[in-house]
């Protein structure tokens, strides 16, 4: 006879294993419906490159100037008893600007003067004496060696008449340079000096820019100054009118570069404009050779893999995307023109390069969407 005990114990072990067999159906059901995943398709944002250009265009920004700008400055030492002008100021030729203390120049004047009268008076003396000389020497009462030396001194205080004229001149024009005077028509762009401060002969004290051509002012690196040489045509437009476009051309490239920042200064002569007023900021625009075809595509289209620029480029049979490394040429207004790496036909994702992976599928826009996202982004140059 078997007790109860002994039969439940036995039951136990066979209990176990069926819900263990359980279990493991469940956990392979479930494991086999994970398995089945659906192959994601990505919609993104295309553009197609349809042609290459040989040209780029390089945009620099700069300040119109004056052609000519004057720093004016005394021709004689002394403190600065009183300004006329201010920035901005138009002056004409004779306009006074400043004034020195003059007092000592007029001291010296006065010696000069004084100087001067004294030669004549000395003159006067030498001449009566030689004519004397002459008078005696005819009746025989004086000898050929007195009237020669009545001659030579009648011909020194001449000479030393001549020279405090001279001196006197020179005191004069003294006085003169104490009043700093517009030499031509223009405007008064800035002050180096004020009132009661002591400068030197030629410490410039006013800036004027002459009345005239203008021009624009750019600084070109070193790597591209030899797209500009004189006589090079370029557009020429200003922050503060879009509508502002003036044809400008290259008057002036410096011989030898700025020692701190290592660029190029470049002069652009413009048109005459009475909108074009000095100080505005303009932006240079110039076509050069790039000397290689040049493909344009939006900045968001350029992605890095291994530190080396990509794009990723649609196989438009089979709707995958697959990395291109490429070269860039520079960076545009529209973008960034590429040189190597791209050519006429090829499909480049414009948009979420981020989310891009090897073979990845995506779907493209309908032409109709393509060619509008192409006009919207400007990408086909």
Request: glycine residues 6%; hydrophobic residues 45%.
């Amino acid at each position: 006879m078997i007790s109860f005990k002994t039969f439940n114990a036995n039951l136990r072990p066979l209990a176990s294993l069926a819900l263990v067999s359980l279990l493991g159906v469940g956990l392979s059901a479930c494991s086999e419906a994970k398995t089945e995943t659906v192959e994601a398709i990505r919609p993104v944002k295309v553009v197609q490159i349809a042609s290459t250009d040989a040209t780029r265009e390089l945009d620099y920004s700069g300040a119109v100037k004056a052609r000519t700008e004057m720093n004016l400055g005394f021709r004689v030492a002394g403190k600065i008893t009183e300004r006329v002008v201010n920035i901005g100021d138009k002056v004409k030729p004779g306009d006074l600007l400043a004034r020195i203390d003059p007092t000592d120049y007029q001291l010296g004047e006065s010696s000069a003067e004084a100087s001067l009268q004294a030669a004549e008076k000395q003159v006067e003396t030498a001449r009566l004496a030689d004519e004397r000389a002459d008078q005696l020497f005819a009746k025989k009462f004086a000898s050929e060696a007195q009237r020669e030396q009545a001659a030579l001194a009648y011909k020194q205080a001449s000479s030393q008449r001549d020279a405090a004229l001279s001196s006197l001149r020179q005191a004069r024009n003294q006085v003169g340079y104490a009043d700093l005077r517009a030499d031509q028509s223009g405007i008064v762009t800035s002050v180096s000096a004020d009132t009661g401060q002591v400068v030197g002969a030629g410490t410039p004290v006013v800036a004027v820019a002459v009345d005239g051509d203008k021009e624009v002012q750019i600084a070109v690196p070193e790597l591209e100054i030899a797209q500009f040489q004189p006589g090079k045509p370029v557009k020429v437009s200003f922050w503060s009118d879009d509508k502002l476009v003036l044809d400008g051309k290259v008057r002036e490239v410096a011989g030898s570069a700025d020692p701190q920042s290592r660029t190029f200064s470049v002069r652009v002569s413009l048109p005459d404009d009475s909108r074009v007023l000095l100080g505005m900021s303009a932006t240079i625009e110039a076509s050069v050779q790039s000397g290689k075809a040049v493909v344009s595509i939006p900045l968001s289209a350029l992605a890095k893999q291994d530190g080396k620029e990509i794009v990723w480029v649609v196989n438009n049979d089979r709707e995958t995307v697959h990395a291109r490394g490429i070269k860039m040429a520079s960076f545009a207004a529209d973008g960034v023109q590429v040189a190597e790496g791209l050519k006429p036909g090829d499909i480049v994702v414009a948009a979420g390069t981020q989310f891009m992976t090897e073979n990845l599928k995506v779907k493209l826009p309908t032409p109709e969407q393509r060619a509008a996202a192409n006009e919207a982004t400007a990408a086909i140059r």
